[in-house]
């Protein structure tokens, strides 16, 4: 009878325990590359940090009083929808930004080192939470300047912010989809301004649902950005949230399902 000794080799199973460790590693790495670069092109975060200022001033100040009646009592309502606004709006920059990489031939690069395919779309997406924290930072910020305020607790104005960075999150791969299908920086950029500036102005950003016609509440009634700024409404000065939570909670899950998927795929095919 012939005896057949099998042979592990231990190196195999530290190898497979390595690799996503080093994932992360390059991944952290590729993200700082990120932020660095951005931080010598200080124009890229105007629509984190000029944005929500402009369009808190613009709108409280000219047409707050028009609205509610008082500057003071629209800049409560205001600020949450503005959030919502600004953290979906900054959720394109990613989609520009690796197309911009892909055709300088940065990713030709990168495919040369010894790291993960997936480490420089990873690397961008923690990135981009910089950024959200950002957009969240400075609206809070200018807001309380010009007299809002939190009328629940840190704990709820914190899962606020969560949620908008998780749905900011999840946009973004819509954008890295459009990103790698576009043929220039321009073109990315173009489609999803298209998508965006509908969803925030056809929503309850700035007014409310009841104000607007008929025919257009329906749409405002689903939109994301509508269910995304009436969760921030509530978590920061209270109000029902189970609703608005579980559509908020149904968009992130249906855009990562559908269009994460296809981002994936279409950055294997680019790079």
């Given at each position: 009878?012939?005896?057949v000794?099998a042979?592990v080799?231990?190196?195999?199973g530290?190898?497979g325990?390595?690799?996503?460790?080093?994932?992360?590693?390059h991944?952290?790495?590729l993200a700082k590359?990120?932020l660095?670069?951005t931080?010598?092109t200080p124009?890229?975060?105007?629509d984190?940090?000029?944005?929500?200022?402009i369009f808190l001033?613009?709108f409280?100040y000219v047409?707050g009083?028009?609205i509610?009646g008082?500057?003071s009592?629209?800049?409560?309502y205001?600020l949450?929808?503005?959030?919502?606004?600004?953290?979906?709006?900054s959720?394109?920059a990613?989609g520009?930004?690796m197309?911009?990489d892909i055709?300088?031939?940065?990713?030709?690069?990168f495919?040369?080192?010894p790291?993960?395919?997936s480490?420089?779309?990873?690397g961008?997406?923690?990135?981009?939470?910089?950024?959200?924290?950002?957009?969240?930072v400075?609206?809070?910020?200018?807001g309380y300047?010009?007299g809002?305020r939190?009328?629940?607790?840190?704990?709820q104005?914190g899962?606020?912010?969560?949620?908008?960075a998780t749905?900011a999150?999840?946009?973004?791969w819509?954008?890295?989809?459009?990103?790698?299908l576009?043929?220039?920086?321009?073109?990315?950029?173009?489609?999803?301004?298209l998508?965006?500036l509908p969803?925030?102005f056809?929503?309850?950003?700035?007014?409310?649902t009841d104000?607007l016609?008929?025919?257009?509440?329906g749409?405002v009634n689903v939109n994301?950005?509508?269910?995304l700024?009436g969760?921030?409404r509530?978590?920061f000065?209270?109000?029902?949230?189970?609703?608005?939570l579980?559509?908020?909670?149904?968009w992130i899950?249906?855009?990562t399902?559908?269009?994460m998927p296809l981002?994936?795929r279409?950055?294997?095919?680019?790079v």
């Amino acid at each position: 009878m012939t005896t057949v000794t099998a042979v592990v080799n231990p190196a195999a199973g530290q190898a497979g325990t390595a690799k996503p460790f080093k994932l992360i590693r390059h991944s952290a790495a590729l993200a700082k590359r990120s932020l660095l670069k951005t931080l010598r092109t200080p124009e890229a975060l105007i629509d984190v940090t000029l944005q929500p200022v402009i369009f808190l001033l613009l709108f409280t100040y000219v047409f707050g009083g028009a609205i509610a009646g008082s500057q003071s009592v629209y800049l409560q309502y205001l600020l949450p929808g503005i959030l919502a606004q600004t953290i979906a709006m900054s959720a394109t920059a990613i989609g520009v930004n690796m197309n911009t990489d892909i055709s300088k031939g940065v990713f030709d690069r990168f495919r040369s080192l010894p790291i993960a395919r997936s480490a420089p779309l990873v690397g961008a997406v923690l990135a981009d939470f910089v950024r959200y924290a950002l957009v969240a930072v400075i609206t809070l910020t200018v807001g309380y300047a010009m007299g809002f305020r939190i009328h629940t607790d840190p704990l709820q104005a914190g899962a606020a912010l969560l949620v908008a960075a998780t749905f900011a999150l999840a946009l973004s791969w819509v954008s890295v989809f459009i990103g790698m299908l576009a043929r220039t920086p321009g073109a990315v950029q173009g489609f999803m301004i298209l998508l965006v500036l509908p969803l925030s102005f056809g929503s309850n950003t700035f007014v409310q649902t009841d104000t607007l016609p008929g025919w257009m509440q329906g749409f405002v009634n689903v939109n994301p950005i509508t269910h995304l700024a009436g969760l921030s409404r509530s978590l920061f000065l209270g109000g029902p949230v189970t609703s608005h939570l579980l559509w908020t909670c149904g968009w992130i899950v249906g855009l990562t399902a559908v269009f994460m998927p296809l981002a994936l795929r279409a950055y294997g095919r680019k790079v």
